[in-house]
């Protein structure tokens, strides 16, 4: 997974004031943020607690209960939609394919902002498809059909989709899902990289200590309304993790990096 993403740019997308709520009840109240261009967002919090639905809500695929969420200065819902598209892009906790493809087909859904309409998927497309497909090193399975995959293939082959989208900024929930270490590692490194390029990432993820090691900023969300957010070095804290999962945690530290055992 070491394919160079080109060059993004600078996007802004933001929130103010920004309520989440399902059944009549606040998961995230005032959200308050500026989602840093170029750095990697982390979105923590318990089962529940509104991580999903506020990625959903950043992406304009969900109206907010209160407040506004803008990219470069405009309001989501005043975006066309293909144009959007074409500079935001989520990759969900779930994805379905509800026809027959290989894999390489499945990941050329992904280029579909970028085509104009009755017209067909360019080489320049699947090259840039194939190039999403080598960066998650699935580059070798590209004429499988998509339904042989594993859970952790599926995985990687919904996010090749999402980097062959080519968006400037990348909400991912739960990227590293039904991934192993070795995976894991190679999927966050490769976010790390395209943040360098100028992109901005935002994902939820389970693990504390990663989230420490690979992201800028962290966004905590504790499920009643109240929210956290800073620089991770700030945020991730044994009483903020302790407050935000309700057991101890404690922190364990080396050199050039910590993590947070649970008990």
Avoid at 102 to 107: A, G, H, Y
Avoid at 182 to 208: E, F
């Amino acid at each position: 997974m070491n394919a160079a993403p080109t060059a993004a740019i600078a996007t802004s997308l933001a929130c103010s004031q920004l309520s989440v709520e399902v059944a009549g009840r606040a998961l995230v109240r005032d959200l308050q943020l500026q989602i840093a261009s170029g750095a990697v967002t982390a979105v923590l919090g318990r089962n529940g607690a509104g991580k999903t639905l506020t990625l959903h809500t950043l992406a304009g695929l969900r109206a907010p209960a209160r407040g506004t969420v803008t990219l470069d200065g405009e309001a989501l819902a005043n975006w066309p939609r293909r144009t959007l598209a074409r500079k935001l892009g989520l990759l969900t906790q779930t994805t379905e394919d509800p026809f027959p493809s290989t894999v390489l087909d499945s990941v050329l859904v992904g280029r579909h902002p970028h085509i104009d309409f009755w017209r067909w998927e360019s080489d320049t497309d699947r090259a840039i498809a194939q190039a999403a497909l080598q960066a998650v090193a699935l580059d070798g399975l590209a004429a499988r059909d998509v339904d042989t995959l594993s859970g952790g293939e599926r995985r990687r082959a919904a996010l090749a989709t999402l980097l062959a989208q080519n968006p400037d900024v990348l909400l991912l929930d739960e990227p590293i899902n039904h991934l192993d270490p070795h995976h894991q590692l190679d999927v966050l490194k490769l976010l790390r990289d395209h943040a360098g390029a100028g992109r901005t990432i935002v994902m939820s993820l389970h693990d504390a200590g990663l989230a420490a090691r690979f992201s800028d900023y962290a966004l905590l969300l504790f499920g009643d309304g109240e929210w956290l957010t800073g620089p991770t070095s700030e945020v991730l804290t044994p009483e903020t993790m302790t407050k935000l999962y309700g057991v101890a945690v404690r922190e364990i530290a080396w050199t050039g990096g910590r993590t947070f055992v649970a008990g």
